[in-house]
Every structure is written in structure tokens, then in C-alpha cells.
């Protein structure tokens, strides 16, 4: 304990009458105040109103250390929202990348439909060429094939008129001869006459029956081809 | 009371409520702050080596995590107490409460372990409580929560 001469104690005294102004902290509490009651009272004064102090001081530095805990917790949570915001926007970005990606596909897609379908467009174009082209070589070939058809069966004909016309002409020749023989010999002809008359007639009906059947089938096939 | 204590913490406002609360509890009547663990193992190393002796505090409350240090709390109390002489009441007030690091600072021969908290003068004073039990090494480690 510090022992203070009497001097000091009346100097302290004074400057706490006078201007308010005591000794403050642990040194009080280490002041012998030797019996002295007003120097006793005037530590015990000093050592609460030190207290005192002290205490306020405490208070408020527990509130400013409470403030900072709060304002670091703040800054934790911050930092928190701030990488997620950075994770959602990375998110963000990603999906945009994406849909940029997808789009520019679904256009290739659309692209290649297109061309797909301009193919397809120049394919119907020229299966439609060709299927006419075919159309026509039917028809040509048909043309062809009716064309000899008909070749032959003129030629047929022909054939058929020619050698109807030799058997009329030779039955002809053959009955008059017979009849001019018949004639000439002096033989009676009342029978082969007659029967020349007859064959005559009939072969010119024949021959232009014949001819008339030609003429007939002639017309009526140039008619179908028109 | 105590007759003299060394605080080694890197938050200056615990500084003067520590001061406050070691002040109007009657703890001690020295008190002595340091910011960073480097800088207590230099007067602990000088006192060791060089002293003088008495100068050395009673008793050392030392923070876990110590920012701006090279060293963490633990590892000063083990340097204290395996390197530089032992001799004084040492342990952790921090506001963790792990018990992994409670069996850290028990192996580096911390002595007790008091929980940092708005309020801290019921800890602080149940610790004078105990404190002669740890001046003579008779209590074993205590956590003050």
C-alpha cells in the first residue's frame, strides 16, 4: 500500500473541491489512507466513481463489440448472397449459353429441313419429268406397237385381197374357158351358162364385197388414230 | 487478486473489456495487453533467456486464433511452457468451444479454458475463484462456459 504525506492528501482534496477532478484507476486502490477519514472518504468516492466509469465504459464497448459481431455476421451473410448471386448468374449465363447453343441447332435443323425439302422438291420435280417421260415413251411405244399391228394386219389384208382377187380371176378364167370351150365345141351350154353367169355375179359381188370390207376397215382405223 | 496478468488477443475492444472487467472484479492491479502471439513469445523468450524474472506475469489468458500472428494460441502456451520456463498460470479465453482443441491446448499444458461472451464477468470470476488451485497446479483443466 502507498502511503501519501499530508501535504499531497490536502492538494488532491482541493483539486476535487475546486475542479471536480479525482485519481482514477488501480492506483487508488493501492492508496493507504493512513486514517485520514476525509482522504478515506475521498478514495472510496474516486473508487466508485472509477467503478462507475468503468462500467459505462464496459457497457458501451460490449454494445460496440456486440455492433461489430453483427456488422461481420452481416458481412458473412453478404459474401454468402453475393456467391450466390454469382453461382445463379454463372447458372444464368450457362443456361443463356445453352439456349444460344439449342437455337442455333433447332435453325441448323430448320436449314437442313429446308434443303431436305428443296431436294425432296427437285426429286418430285423430276420423278414427275421422268413419269411423264415414261407416259410418253408408252404412248410412243404403244404408237409403235399399234402401228405394226396395223403394218401387219394391212399386209394381211393386202395378201388376203391378192390371193382372193387370183381365186376370183382364176375361177373367172377357168369357168370361161370352160364355157368358151363348151361353146366352141358345140356342146350344150344351157348349164355351164348359166352357172358362168352365175359364178361371174357372184364373184363380182364377192370382189366387191371383198373390196368394200378393205375400204371399210381401211376408214375405219384411220379414224381411230385421229 | 492476482498480482499480475498478461492478455495475448488480436481484438482491441476485448482489451478494454477485459481491462474493465479484471478492474471493477478486483482480479489484478496489472495488466498487460499484447496483440499478437509473436510478440508475447519475444518477451517470454527475452524474460527466459535475458529476464529479469519478476518482470514475467502470474498469469497469461491467450486467444485461440490470433490474427497478424504466425503462431496460433495453443502453440503459444506450448512454447511457454516447453521452451521458455514454465512458472506461470496459463490458459485460453476464446469464443470457440471445441473440444478438439480443448484436448490441443490440454497437451500444450493449458490450465483452463474460459468461453468468451457478452458476459464475461461471471466466468472471470469464478476463475479468481479457482485460481490459487491453479497457481499451485492442484485443479485440473476447467472449461468456464
Not at chain 1, 489512507?33 to 472509477?50: A, L, P
Not at chain 1, 433447332?106 to 418430285?124: D, H
Amino acid at each position: 500500500m502507498i502511503k501519501i504525506d499530508k501535504a499531497t492528501k490536502q492538494a488532491l482534496l482541493d483539486l476535487y473541491k475546486s475542479k471536480k477532478i479525482a485519481l482514477e484507476g488501480n492506483i487508488l486502490k493501492v492508496i493507504d489512507s493512513d486514517g485520514d477519514e476525509e482522504f478515506d472518504t475521498y478514495v472510496k468516492d474516486s473508487i466508485e466513481k472509477d467503478k462507475e466509469n468503468r462500467r459505462k465504459r464496459l457497457d458501451i464497448t460490449k454494445q460496440i463489440q456486440n455492433k461489430n459481431k453483427e456488422l461481420l455476421e452481416g458481412e458473412v451473410e453478404k459474401e454468402r448472397v453475393n456467391l450466390e448471386l454469382v453461382a445463379a448468374l454463372e447458372e444464368a449465363e450457362e443456361s443463356k449459353k445453352e439456349a444460344i447453343s439449342a437455337k442455333e441447332q433447332a435453325e441448323l435443323a430448320k436449314e437442313e429441313a429446308e434443303t431436305a425439302r428443296e431436294e425432296a422438291e427437285v426429286a418430285r420435280t423430276e420423278a414427275e419429268k421422268s413419269k411423264i417421260e415414261a407416259i410418253n415413251a408408252k404412248n410412243l411405244a404403244e404408237g409403235d406397237l399399234e402401228l405394226m399391228q396395223k403394218r401387219t394386219q394391212f399386209e394381211l389384208i393386202g395378201t388376203i385381197v391378192k390371193v382372193a382377187l387370183w381365186v376370183i380371176l382364176g375361177v373367172g378364167v377357168i369357168t370361161t374357158l370352160v364355157f368358151m370351150i363348151a361353146l366352141f365345141a358345140g356342146k350344150d351350154t344351157a348349164v355351164i351358162g348359166s352357172t358362168w353367169s352365175n359364178i361371174i355375179g357372184i364373184l363380182l359381188t364377192n370382189s366387191f364385197s371383198i373390196i368394200g370390207t378393205i375400204m371399210g376397215v381401211k376408214y375405219a382405223s384411220s379414224d381411230k388414230k385421229e | 487478486m492476482i498480482d499480475s496478468i498478461l492478455l495475448v488477443d488480436d481484438e482491441d475492444l476485448f482489451h478494454l473489456v477485459f481491462e474493465d472487467a479484471c478492474s471493477l472484479l478486483d482480479i489484478t492491479l496489472s495488466l498487460q495487453g499484447l496483440n499478437s502471439s509473436d510478440e508475447a513469445e519475444g518477451l517470454f523468450r527475452k524474460w527466459f533467456n535475458e529476464g529479469p524474472v519478476d518482470e514475467k506475469p502470474e498469469c497469461v489468458f491467450v486467444d485461440l486464433n490470433i490474427v497478424g500472428s504466425s503462431f496460433d494460441g495453443i502453440e503459444l502456451i506450448r512454447k511457454i511452457n516447453f521452451e521458455y520456463g514454465n512458472h506461470v498460470v496459463i490458459g485460453i479465453i476464446s469464443s470457440s468451444d471445441e473440444p478438439t482443441e480443448q484436448a490441443k491446448a490440454i497437451s500444450a499444458g493449458a490450465q483452463f479454458w474460459i468461453i468468451k461472451s457478452d458476459d464475461i464477468e461471471p466466468r472471470l470470476e469464478e476463475f479468481r475463484k479457482d485460481y490459487d488451485g491453479y497457481k499451485n497446479r492442484t485443479n485440473p483443466f476447467k472449461v468456464y462456459k
